[in-house]
């Protein structure tokens, strides 16, 4: 499909055109001459801007949206979530990854990074649905002597990435994950790096999440923080997507950014669960690469990087007590060019000739929107995902004004009733 964009604002303020033929952007500028296009969108008032990254979920969670509120995460953990996620079927991973992404379409998300499990559920609902996602099988591991050569979990991640990998013209991308220094024995984080590093694969990683976990892991390992000892086992030959880094200390940003890591920012979650606020300041100005995340809909309750970007920015200026510190072009990159740059996405995160038509329109007439000056701060400050009225992902609609073009969000509603009904009550029977 080729279509002509016009009368669109960009972040930048300027009025301009897009065009966007199959999957790339072609055109950007001035009215360009009368040509064949499949649709000419009128964008007058509409901010269009690229798509959105979430660069940590866990999108099954969906299930467990509101079970376990207000406790700190081990509590929330070892109480709530692990017996919960015992009772995790395909079915249920399917139809609460659908709703998922649904949200995320809606909201003007173009990609996410999940770490879960029955990941090839996972993997099928992005293929159907159009959206981009990196993928990874969760591994937790506690025998000290465990042959991860036999190991199940292990096993699933190499079957994923070599069913999944770079799958449906390379929208689905495969990651290798660690589920967090305190789930692991140093062995299987050896094997697991060892394997991302010979593949290219991103390594996604829970990391310095809270203080004790932090503070822990420095006396199981002889005063080796979480990022050190994830060096130690050699994870960071591999690019590492590494999420929280709330309680990260000056040596491990210098780590992070030796390496090239991404830290992924999860404002809202980190806030909820108390587990602190992340030294963004600190990250930026030491090179790191920083993305956004939601984190899962357990600990977040929604997936929603607009206001991830307004939460992440307000924090921080309270947090450093300097409103100019963190700004709204700081929040943007994170969102936008930042996660792309995270999930090995090259030609992704830009509005730009050769960059992948990855879009998102958000309506400037909405009340909330009025009066806008400069756009940035609009987007970041005063506009929320509700105000999208349209996501493109490779070119292709996904969503606009209201409606669905890839999913059928009746049934998304109407499994995921069922689904939650059927889970609870099988819960409350295993109680």
């Not at 930042?338 to 960059?355: F, L, S």
């Not at 939650?420 to 295993?430: E, I, S, V």
Request: proline residues 3%; charged residues 25%; hydrophobic residues 40%.
């Amino acid at each position: 499909m080729k279509y002509l964009l016009k009368n669109a604002k960009l972040l930048s303020g300027e009025t301009a055109c897009v065009v966007t033929d199959g999957a790339y952007i072609t055109y950007v500028g001035a009215q360009p001459s009368e040509d064949s296009y499949d649709r000419i969108i009128d964008c007058t008032d509409r901010l269009l801007m690229p798509g959105l990254y979430n660069c940590h979920t866990h999108a099954a969670m969906t299930l467990f949206r509101g079970y376990g509120e207000d406790m700190p995460l081990d509590r929330w953990l070892h109480e709530k979530i692990f017996p919960a996620e015992d009772l995790l079927t395909s079915r249920a991973v399917y139809n609460a990854s659908m709703l998922a992404i649904a949200e995320m379409i809606r909201g003007g998300t173009v990609s996410f990074s999940d770490m879960y499990f029955f990941c090839d559920d996972t993997a099928r609902a992005v293929a159907e649905s159009g959206i981009k996602a990196n993928i990874s099988r969760s591994i937790t591991s506690f025998d000290p002597d465990i042959d991860m050569s036999r190991d199940r979990r292990f096993d699933e991640a190499k079957a994923l990435y070599s069913e999944w990998n770079n799958a449906e013209d390379g929208r689905i991308k495969i990651d290798i994950s660690l589920h967090a220094e305190y789930t692991n024995v140093p062995r299987a984080c050896i094997e697991v790096g060892k394997y991302a590093a010979e593949h290219g694969a991103n390594l996604h990683i829970h990391l310095s999440e809270t203080e004790s976990e932090h503070e822990q892991c420095k006396e199981r390992h002889g005063g080796l923080t979480p990022a050190a000892f994830f060096e130690q086992c050699g994870c960071f030959e591999a690019p590492v997507t590494a999420a929280h880094c709330v309680w990260v200390e000056d040596g491990d940003i210098e780590l992070l950014a030796r390496h090239g890591a991404t830290a992924i920012y999860n404002p809202v979650s980190n806030l909820k669960l108390g587990s602190g606020v992340m030294p963004l300041a600190k990250l930026l100005d030491g090179g790191v690469n920083v993305a956004l995340g939601t984190d899962g809909t357990a600990s977040n309750n929604v997936l929603d990087i607009f206001k991830e970007m307004h939460v992440g920015a307000i924090v921080q200026k309270g947090f450093t007590r300097d409103p100019s510190r963190i700004g709204a072009g700081d929040m943007l990159r994170a969102a936008t060019v930042a996660g792309a740059h995270a999930q090995q996405r090259g030609d992704c995160g830009e509005i730009a000739v050769g960059r992948r038509a990855d879009i998102i329109l958000l309506d400037l007439s909405a009340l909330n929107n009025i009066p806008y000056y400069d756009l940035r701060y609009t987007a970041v400050y005063s506009a929320n995902s509700s105000n999208v009225t349209m996501t493109m992902v490779d070119g292709r609609i996904l969503y606009e004004d209201g409606e669905f073009t890839t999913v059928d969000i009746e049934k998304i509603i109407h499994d995921m009733r069922e689904e939650c009904g059927n889970y609870f009550k099988d819960q409350k029977d295993k109680e």
